[in-house]
Structures are given as C-alpha cells and as structure tokens.
C-alpha cells in the first residue's frame, strides 16, 4: 500500500488542483500564455486565471505571495518541509510555440536535496509543463495509475508531464527520469550553485524537448504551473518566478 500511495503522489504533482478552479479570463483555446505576474493589479490575490494545487490534503502547502522585487513583480515561494504549487490552464500547440521562456531567482539550494532519490525528491524551483492525451494512449500499468487517481481525487491525470527543475547537482539539460511514472520526466534547468541568488532567463525548447524525453510527437500543452517543495528532505526554500511565455522563436 506505501508503494500505491508514493506512485499516486508522485503523478499527482502534475494533476488538477485539488480545490474548485478558479474562474478563467478566457476559454483555454484562446489563451497560449499565462497572466503575467509583473502587471499584477494586486499583491494579495493571484492573477486571474491561476489557481492553487495540492498533492494531498495531508501535507503542508508551500506559501505563495506576489512581491515587488528588483523593480519589478514577482510570485515568491516559500517551502518549509511542505509542497504545493500554482497552475493555470491554457492550450498550446508547442509545433507552433516550442519555446518557452521564464526568469527564476534562487537563493539558496535545499540541503540534502537529490532528484535522482525518491526520498530526498525537493526542489527550490520547478517549471512544470502538462500535455493533453486520453486514457487509451497510455501503456497498461500507466492506465492504471490513471484509474487510481482518477477513484482516489476525481482528477484525471494529463499524458504527460515535463518538469523543468531546479537541481543541486546534475548539469543542466540532464533528463532524470520519474521515480513511479514514465509519464513524468524531470529536465535540469538550474544546477548547483551557479546564478544563485541573481534572476536567470531560461529558453527551453519544449517541443525537443518532449521528443528527447519520451521519444514521440508531443501532443497539446494543457497547463503550466510552477512549484516549490521541500516536503521528502524537511528543510527550507525560497524561490521568484517572474513571467512564463510561450514563443514561436
């Protein structure tokens, strides 16, 4: 039962959010960029159309707040042994838009922190990026991860999942493949100590991404989201995300 629940965890981090959604500014079809945190009106409320996700109703969720920072606006998140993320939804075609591009600001690592051990999985900053795909695409023992998720929350699980990491040790561009799923893979985005404590721009080429890491033709993009967690080490993190754009080059 510890191995079901750890796989049903693991893939949850790229599931729907477990509260009701927000209200959207527009249909999907018609958004293929996220608000921007920078022109947010207010410092006390998400800009629309982003919205809270939890893995579990059990475990502690990390604090998100816009900032001013640096002259400009920033979503600042605060992991304290906790792990919970924002996501917005939104339709993308990445054969149209394959790059995408963000600013990140990381202060310090997460001691102890390792991608490639399940239980020390943190990370002070993730990027994360779902795809559209039905039940039937999947292999056997993924379709059943599916089912289970889907009894277990009422979320169906996207297809695919790539997340754009923050890692202590890897160098960027390592692919670490997920622990409890083929369908989630975790690609070196930030590594070590290097530009820690500074904004970075990172341009990642989502759609060679997809092919690099899953060897097929990725489909539609149905959400992004950005996490902090530091739930598997118990220690602490602190990350900015500015805006996250899809581009055409």
Same mark, same amino acid.
């Given at each position: 039962m510890r191995t079901v629940t750890a796989l049903l965890l693991a893939v949850?981090? #790229?599931?729907?959010?477990?509260?009701? /959604? %927000? &209200?959207?500014?527009? #249909?999907?079809?018609?958004?293929?960029? /996220? %608000? &921007?945190f920078s022109t947010a009106l207010a410092?006390?409320?998400l /800009?629309?159309?982003?919205?809270?996700?939890?893995?579990?109703r059990f475990k502690k969720p990390t604090k998100y707040q816009l900032v001013p920072l640096d002259g400009t606006v920033a979503m600042r998140a605060q992991a304290d042994a906790s792990a919970s993320g924002l996501q917005f939804d939104l339709?993308?075609?990445?054969?149209e838009f394959p790059w995408l591009t963000w600013h990140w600001k990381v202060p310090e690592l997460i001691s102890g922190a390792n991608n490639t051990i399940h239980q020390v999985e943190d990370s002070p900053a993730?990027?994360?990026v779902t795809f559209e795909g039905g039940r039937d695409k999947l292999p056997d023992a993924e379709q059943i991860n599916y089912d289970l998720a889907k009894a277990m929350?009422?979320?169906?699980?996207?297809?695919?999942?790539?997340?754009?990491?923050?890692?202590?040790?890897?160098?960027?561009?390592?692919?670490?493949?997920?622990?409890?799923?083929?369908?989630?893979?975790?690609?070196?985005?930030?590594?070590?100590?290097?530009d820690l404590g500074r904004w970075h721009e990172e341009r990642v080429n989502v759609l060679e991404d997809f092919r690099r890491a899953f060897g097929e033709e990725p489909p539609r993009v149905r959400a992004v989201g950005i996490m902090s967690d530091s739930d598997n080490t118990g220690g602490h993190a602190v990350a900015y995300f500015?805006?996250?754009r899809f581009k055409r080059n």
């Open positions: 949850l981090v #790229a599931a729907c959010a477990s509260t009701p /959604p %927000a &209200p959207q500014p527009a #249909a999907p079809s018609q958004v293929h960029d /996220p %608000a &921007p410092l006390d409320i /800009p629309p159309g982003w919205k809270p996700y939890r893995l579990a339709t993308v075609d990445v054969k993730r990027v994360i929350t009422g979320n169906e699980l996207p297809y695919a999942t790539l997340m754009y990491i923050w890692e202590n040790q890897l160098p960027e561009g390592s692919v670490i493949e997920h622990h409890f799923s083929t369908r989630v893979k975790m690609i070196v985005a930030g590594s070590g100590r290097k500015g805006d996250i």
